[in-house]
């Protein structure tokens, strides 16, 4: 928990070195990212009300480790490969430019029919070697999820639509 009135807006490359602490074990310089399983469970749940928040997590792979599965209660985050293109690279800029890792935007997705929610989330992970991840399968990497104002709209819609049918029971 954050003390009152402290923002925390970290930078691509802030997150990048929290990341790092978070694998290597070393002790965190802030604590506002909080550990949880981003893939258990969908985006409203983990925010709890807030626009934005932040989380370390694991990636979970297939059992053939070559896929990730990005599946979350009744929905899915899937890349935004039109918005990004391919993942952007995060730069330590230490007078060398050297990239240590990359972000990947994703848009959360409801149902077999893929409905947009507007909850939106990128993903850090570090790139190997030297920052690697203990050897181990699974990934472990950073996630900033925030609502996008569709998610707002949708949000209030439904909260609306539950109150509404409340009042006729």
């Known amino acids: 928990m954050l003390p009152p009135g402290f923002t925390f807006q970290p ?10 602490e978070w694998i290597h074990h ?12 981003v893939y258990s469970q969908e985006p409203e749940a983990l925010l709890r009300g807030r626009e934005r928040a932040y989380f370390f997590t694991t990636l979970r792979t297939s059992s053939s480790g070559l896929r990730v599965q990005r599946q979350a209660g009744n929905g899915t985050w899937m890349l935004n490969t039109s918005k990004t293109g391919t993942p952007v690279n995060v730069v330590c800029d230490n007078g060398d430019e050297v990239t240590v890792g ?3 935007n994703l ?4 149902g077999k029919v893929k409905k947009c929610t507007g909850f939106v989330m990128d993903e850090y992970l570090l790139f ?4 690697d991840n203990n050897g181990t399968k699974d990934q472990k990497v950073l ?4 609502q996008s104002p ?3 709209n949708n949000a209030a ?5 539950a109150s509404s049918l409340s009042e006729i029971s």
């Open 11 to 20: 930078s691509d490359q802030e997150l990048v070195v929290y990341l790092c």
């Open 26 to 37: 070393m002790p965190l310089s802030c604590n506002a990212v909080e550990e949880a399983d």
């Open 102 to 104: 990359h972000k990947r």
């Open 107 to 110: 848009s959360f997705y409801l």
């Open 128 to 131: 190997a070697p030297p920052y």
């Open 143 to 146: 996630c900033v999820i925030r």
């Open 150 to 152: 569709q998610a707002i």
């Open 157 to 161: 819609k439904r909260k609306r639509e």
